[in-house]
């Protein structure tokens, strides 16, 4: 499902020059749930990025379903994030002032397509948004704020999901809710799956554990049958 093939990034330039990714190589099979984990500025954000289409590498290659994504012009990269990724972040995201539809739907209409309501009514019972429909995001609770980002980043039924810790801002409960929710998506869609986190009780759910440190892989092993 995904290729990457000696990804590096570079910030900046000279004596300043950063390198947030060195050399980093590894596939993932579809519908696989892997965790990312890693110190603080090991990478790990940078990684998400490039592989959602959001920040060009510097060097190296991703391919997605077959498809070289930073080989595409710029009309072609914004429908492959559009169609193909689902980003989930941990502050959520959300316009303010659009009610939960609003948002769950803005990724299908910014791509002038019709909304599906057969699959809007089945992610909002999934995500246990019903009777909250028409709220705005300071009428929710963080947890339920992080339900509509999920369910916007399920709307266009992506094959890649994409997580940034996205249990930081919660307490225990939601973040097993939440948990939940992407691991019964990733099973249900049979969508791949892909978390940053730093909760070592979230990484130990997924059934492979990719390890970053200094921009490059120190582990990467099945942890899970």
């Known amino acids: 499902m995904i290729t990457v093939e000696h990804i590096s990034k570079i910030y900046g330039k000279g004596e300043n020059a950063v390198k ?4 980093v190589s590894f596939s993932v099979e579809k519908g ?15 990684l998400l990025h490039i592989l959602g289409g959001v920040d060009r590498p510097t060097g190296g290659k991703v391919c997605v379903g077959g498809i070289d994504v930073y080989a595409q012009d710029e009309e072609r990269l914004a429908i492959f994030r559009r169609r193909e990724v689902g980003l989930i972040y941990q502050f959520y995201n959300l316009i303010p002032v659009l009610d939960v539809v ?10 002038r397509r ?8 089945e992610l909002l019972g999934l995500l246990g948004l019903n009777g909250r429909e028409h709220h705005l995001p300071n009428q929710l ?13 399920l ?6 999901m994409l997580a940034d810790e996205p ?8 973040s097993q809710e939440i948990m939940a929710l992407l691991k019964a998506s990733n099973e249900k869609y049979r969508q791949t799956l892909l978390v940053i986190t730093h909760d070592e009780n979230i990484a130990l759910q997924a059934k492979r554990l990719i390890r970053i ?3 490059k892989i120190v582990r990467d092993e099945v942890i899970r049958a």
């Open 20 to 23: 947030a990714l060195d050399d």
């Open 102 to 111: 609003e948002n769950m739907t803005l990724p299908v209409l910014m791509d």
């Open 141 to 153: 609770s963080g947890g339920q704020q992080q339900r509509v980002s999920i369910g916007r980043a």
């Open 155 to 160: 709307m266009n039924a992506p094959s890649v």
């Open 114 to 121: 019709s909304v599906n309501a057969e699959r809007l009514a």
């Open 32 to 46: 696989e749930f892997i965790a990312i984990t890693g110190p603080s500025g090991s990478g790990k954000s940078t």
């Open 213 to 215: 440190e200094d921009g």
């Open 167 to 174: 249990t930081g801002n919660l307490d225990s409960k939601n």
